[in-house]
């Protein structure tokens, strides 16, 4: 027995002993605070929040009855006015078509007209080359029959 002491007397008390911590199930939450995670309503906002209901009524009947609801719910008019001009952004950018996205492969068709190009500027240069060598042996034959005749 443990003794508790005051100024007038000493009375004994008894130790209380530690109780054994018991087992408990964890509880199914969706955060610590036990409310609904963030994602799982409306957008991607909080079920229930006061964001999720100005944002289903902006998108229902616009911009002036979800300031109006904003006010409403007690939220700043500056607040749901930054709301509402985010998610006129986001309206106006999914509305606008996606570009498509250009593929680097070539059709089949360009590929065998560019093929054909291909050889026929090597035919070319087989030519020019052909014709380079006709004029040098030309140059050639001249250049003797000249000195022959020069000669004679």
Same mark, same amino acid.
């Given at each position: 027995?443990?003794?508790a002491t %005051?100024?007038?007397t000493?009375t004994?008390v008894?130790?209380?002993k530690?109780?054994?911590a018991k087992?408990s =199930?964890p &509880?199914?939450r969706?955060?610590?605070r036990?409310?609904?995670s963030k994602?799982?309503?409306?957008?991607?906002h909080?079920a229930? #929040?006061?964001?999720? %209901?100005?944002?289903?009524?902006?998108?229902?009947?616009?911009r002036?009855?979800?300031? =109006?609801k904003?006010?409403?719910?007690g939220?700043?008019? /500056? %607040?749901?006015?930054?709301?509402?001009?985010?998610?006129?952004?986001l309206a106006k950018?999914?509305?606008e078509p996606?570009?498509k /996205?250009? #593929?680097? /492969?070539?059709?089949?068709?360009?590929?065998a007209?560019?093929? &054909?190009?291909k050889? &026929?500027?090597?035919a070319d240069?087989?030519?020019?080359? %052909?014709r /380079?060598?006709?004029t =040098?042996?030309?140059a050639?034959? #001249?250049?003797?029959?000249?000195?022959?005749d020069k000669?004679?």
């Open positions: 027995m443990a003794k %005051t100024k007038k000493t004994p008894k130790a209380k530690a109780k054994a087992a =199930k &509880k199914a969706n955060n610590a036990g409310v609904a994602g799982d309503g409306y957008k991607g909080r229930g #929040s006061r964001k999720e %209901t100005v944002h289903k009524l902006f998108d229902e009947k616009g002036d009855a979800a300031l =109006k904003a006010e409403s719910l939220l700043s008019s /500056r %607040t749901a006015a930054a709301w509402t001009s985010r998610w006129n952004v950018k999914a509305a996606k570009s /996205r250009v #593929s680097k /492969r070539l059709p089949e068709n360009v590929k007209a560019m093929a &054909k190009a050889a &026929k500027v090597a240069e087989a030519a020019k080359a %052909t /380079r060598a006709a =040098k042996a030309n050639a034959k #001249s250049a003797k029959s000249e000195k022959a000669a004679a």
